[in-house]
Every structure is written in structure tokens, then in C-alpha cells.
């Protein structure tokens, strides 16, 4: 249980002087360990080495020297956006919200404090830390980063280049997309019903003129992005689910993607398949290998844009009244769809800066 991690690690000093136990900690919670069987020496545990980046539930402050937590918090405290930006994993919104939080609360006094970022948990704080101690020139590996959540593999530059993507979630009875650009601001957030999904036998006729429908009200955007899911082929009972999931997938891609005769390889595909357990992850809603729902952090994300200055998301306010009440717990307005289409295009955004 993560509420008594504290109580497995309880110190072994005063009775063994040279060996501690390893235990076993919650594996939902970023300071979890990895299970192992063994014991490990006392002072390598009271070492001034940096921590490492495995999710270790020693506190941050006593995994480094004096000197170095005042390295460390020199820069976090008054270092320019730009150059917290260059740091391993602050390019993007966690750069920002380092300036958001110092200018609201005062500078870092200790390096546990870095945690209350947002976006900035242990695990990702001990990367950043040991990055501001070790600066080491980055090595180019976006093909192989970016292949991770993104299929067909693309050229970074093609995305980075992109000012704005339609982000678009097929259910088992209706599409939603949402519309995001660069600079984090929803354009158009929707979703249609479709009357024909999982009737009987799959007419194609049926399937088209629903998919249809809906690509005729898509907005222009340099991408399409379509979320690809991840059902078990060893659940036989999901196989109606699946083939209904294919199925409509292929007809976006098909109607989306422009046909170029011949085909130019200096073109990039305009419609491309995000991983929806990359999304997951991104957001901490992976239990095991299900997703749980994201609606909390949608509506935390529409209450941000009213109170924020710098809101991770912004909404144009038709659209946060439209919306105010369909993410609420036991609402029956169907409103998963609509959910995830908005954080496969944020997780799309913030993953890419990361990468």
C-alpha cells in the first residue's frame, strides 16, 4: 500500500550497522522501488552520490551534498526560462511552471519542495537535478523517441513545424476530436454520433456514411492525429470491439490522407496514429495494462484556464460553458470521447518538446 510505504523503510542504523533491507513498495506511487530480494550496504544508502532516475524513496535533499543542492537550486531559482528549457525534461510547460511557482511562492529552499511543480514529480525532479549537475550534450534520437507514440514514423521537423493538429478518439458510438494549436489553445472540441457503429454485421455502406459525416465537419489542421487502441487479440469477447476500432480507423486514414499520384517522399502523411497507452502514461492513468478515465484532469485543466495566467490549456469560454458538466463524476453525458481526444493532443504536444 502506497499510505504505508513509510512504515516498510523504517532505518535499520541502530541495530544493523552495515546492511539494510530492500522492500517492497507500492508500484502506483513515483517513489515505489523496484521489488528485489537482497540487502544492500548501509553506506552506499548514506552516499553524496545523486540519486538515481529509478523512482528511489530516499528524500531528494539527502541524496546530495550541500554543494550540490545549492548548484541545483541556483538555477531553478533564478534561471531564465530559456535556460531552464535547455535541462533534460524542462523544455515545454515545466519550464514555465518552475517561473510560475517561484514567482508565487518565493524561491526553492530545499529540493523536496521541487516536487510541488506541477508536471514535476520525484522521478522526473531526479532527472532534472542530475542534468543541472552533469549538463552532457544531447544525442539526436528522435526517430527512435518519437516512434515510441507516434506510428508511421515521421521526421521531427515535419511536426514541429506543425501549427495545429485535429486530435481525434473513436468510440463505440461516436467520434470526438478537439482541435488544439502550438500554443496550447483549444480551436474547436466536439464529437457526433454515429448511429451505424457495432449494428449487426458491419455494413460498409453503414460505416461510411457515419465516418463521413464526421470528416466533413473536421477542421483544417497540418495533422490528424488518431488515437490507435490497444485491445488484448487474446480476449475473444473484445474481437466485435476490435474489428469496429479497425475498421474505423482505416476510413479515417483513407478519407483524411490526400492522394498524392505518384507518391513524394519529401511529403510527410498528414494522418498519423498516437498510442493510447502513451497518453496514459503520460498521464499517470495506467493501472497494469488498463486505462482508467482522465475527467478529473480535464476539468482541472478548464478550471486552470479561468484561474491561471499561464493555463496549461486554454478555452475559449464557449467552450468551457458548454462543457462545464460533462466530466463530472457519475455524469451520464458521455463525455470519455470527448476526454480523451483533448489529452491525446496535449500528451501529443508535451511529449514532442520532451522528446
Same mark, same amino acid.
Not at 35 to 41: D, I, K, N, Q, Y
Not at 283 to 300: H, P
Given at each position: 500500500?502506497?499510505?504505508?510505504?513509510?512504515?516498510? !523503510?523504517?532505518?535499520?542504523?541502530?541495530?544493523?550497522?552495515?546492511?539494510?533491507?530492500?522492500?517492497?513498495?507500492?508500484? #502506483? #506511487?513515483?517513489?515505489?522501488? *523496484?521489488?528485489?530480494?537482497?540487502?544492500?550496504?548501509?553506506?552506499?544508502?548514506? =552516499?553524496?552520490?545523486?540519486?538515481?532516475?529509478?523512482?528511489?524513496?530516499?528524500?531528494?535533499?539527502?541524496?546530495?551534498?550541500?554543494?550540490?543542492?545549492?548548484?541545483?537550486?541556483?538555477? +531553478?531559482?533564478?534561471?531564465?526560462?530559456?535556460?531552464?528549457?535547455? *535541462?533534460?525534461?524542462?523544455?515545454?510547460?515545466?519550464?514555465?511552471?518552475?517561473?510560475?511557482?517561484?514567482?508565487?511562492?518565493?524561491?526553492?529552499?530545499?529540493?523536496?519542495?521541487?516536487?510541488?511543480?506541477?508536471?514535476?514529480?520525484?522521478?522526473?525532479?531526479? %532527472?532534472?537535478?542530475?542534468?543541472?549537475?552533469?549538463?552532457?550534450?544531447?544525442?539526436?534520437?528522435?526517430?527512435?523517441?518519437?516512434?515510441?507514440?507516434?506510428?508511421?514514423?515521421?521526421? !521531427?521537423?515535419?511536426?514541429?513545424?506543425?501549427?495545429?493538429?485535429?486530435?481525434?478518439? #473513436?468510440?463505440?458510438?461516436?467520434? &470526438?476530436?478537439?482541435? %488544439?494549436?502550438? $500554443?496550447?489553445?483549444?480551436?474547436?472540441? $466536439?464529437?457526433?454520433? #454515429?448511429?451505424?457503429?457495432?449494428?449487426?454485421? /458491419?455494413?460498409?455502406?453503414? /460505416? +461510411?456514411?457515419?465516418?463521413? &459525416?464526421?470528416?466533413?465537419?473536421?477542421?483544417?489542421?497540418?495533422?490528424? +492525429?488518431?488515437?490507435?487502441?490497444?485491445?488484448?487479440?487474446?480476449?475473444?469477447?473484445?474481437?466485435?470491439?476490435?474489428?469496429?476500432?479497425?475498421?474505423?480507423?482505416?476510413?479515417?486514414?483513407?478519407?483524411?490522407?490526400?492522394? *498524392?499520384?505518384?507518391?513524394?517522399?519529401?511529403?510527410?502523411?498528414?494522418? +498519423?496514429?498516437?498510442?493510447?497507452?502513451?497518453?496514459? !502514461?503520460?498521464?499517470?492513468?495506467?493501472?497494469?495494462?488498463?486505462?482508467?478515465?482522465?475527467?478529473?484532469?480535464?476539468?482541472?485543466?478548464?478550471?486552470?484556464?479561468?484561474?491561471?495566467?499561464?493555463?496549461?490549456?486554454?478555452?475559449?469560454?464557449?467552450?468551457?460553458?458548454?462543457? !462545464?458538466?460533462?466530466?463530472?463524476?457519475? =455524469?451520464?453525458?458521455?463525455?470519455?470521447?470527448?476526454?480523451?481526444?483533448?489529452?491525446?493532443?496535449? &500528451?501529443?504536444?508535451?511529449?514532442?518538446?520532451? =522528446?
Amino acid at each position: 500500500s502506497g499510505g504505508q510505504s513509510g512504515l516498510l !523503510r523504517r532505518s535499520l542504523r541502530g541495530s544493523l550497522p552495515e546492511l539494510e533491507l530492500r522492500y517492497l513498495q507500492c508500484t #502506483c #506511487c513515483w517513489r515505489s522501488r *523496484i521489488p528485489v530480494a537482497g540487502f544492500e550496504t548501509l553506506n552506499a544508502s548514506l =552516499s553524496s552520490e545523486p540519486c538515481k532516475d529509478d523512482g528511489s524513496s530516499r528524500p531528494l535533499d539527502a541524496c546530495y551534498t550541500s554543494e550540490q543542492r545549492a548548484a541545483i537550486l541556483q538555477l +531553478l531559482n533564478n534561471g531564465s526560462p530559456a535556460e531552464l528549457a535547455s *535541462i533534460k525534461l524542462l523544455r515545454g510547460r515545466k519550464s514555465i511552471n518552475i517561473v510560475e511557482h517561484r514567482s508565487k511562492n518565493g524561491p526553492f529552499k530545499s529540493l523536496e519542495s521541487v516536487v510541488d511543480v506541477p508536471l514535476l514529480k520525484h522521478k522526473s525532479a531526479v %532527472v532534472v537535478f542530475n542534468s543541472i549537475l552533469n549538463p552532457v550534450k544531447k544525442e539526436r534520437k528522435v526517430r527512435i523517441q518519437l516512434a515510441r507514440f507516434i506510428k508511421p514514423e515521421v521526421d !521531427r521537423s515535419w511536426l514541429e513545424e506543425a501549427s495545429s493538429l485535429v486530435s481525434i478518439v #473513436c468510440g463505440t458510438n461516436k467520434i &470526438a476530436w478537439a482541435h %488544439v494549436d502550438r $500554443q496550447m489553445m483549444v480551436l474547436d472540441w $466536439q464529437q457526433q454520433e #454515429c448511429p451505424n457503429f457495432l449494428k449487426g454485421t /458491419y455494413m460498409a455502406s453503414a /460505416y +461510411l456514411n457515419d465516418v463521413s &459525416a464526421v470528416v466533413s465537419l473536421l477542421p483544417p489542421a497540418s495533422f490528424y +492525429l488518431i488515437e490507435k487502441s490497444s485491445i488484448s487479440v487474446q480476449n475473444t469477447a473484445l474481437f466485435p470491439v476490435m474489428a469496429h476500432m479497425r475498421t474505423v480507423e482505416a476510413m479515417l486514414f483513407a478519407l483524411l490522407e490526400p492522394r *498524392i499520384t505518384p507518391p513524394e517522399p519529401n511529403i510527410p502523411p498528414r494522418v +498519423l496514429n498516437m498510442m493510447r497507452t502513451a497518453v496514459g !502514461r503520460h498521464f499517470g492513468l495506467m493501472v497494469g495494462e488498463s486505462r482508467t478515465s482522465g475527467a478529473q484532469i480535464v476539468r482541472q485543466m478548464m478550471t486552470e484556464s479561468v484561474t491561471e495566467k499561464l493555463p496549461r490549456v486554454n478555452f475559449p469560454q464557449e467552450l468551457l460553458v458548454k462543457y !462545464r458538466n460533462y466530466f463530472q463524476m457519475g =455524469s451520464r453525458r458521455g463525455g470519455d470521447e470527448l476526454c480523451d481526444a483533448l489529452l491525446q493532443a496535449v &500528451a501529443f504536444y508535451e511529449l514532442l518538446c520532451e =522528446s
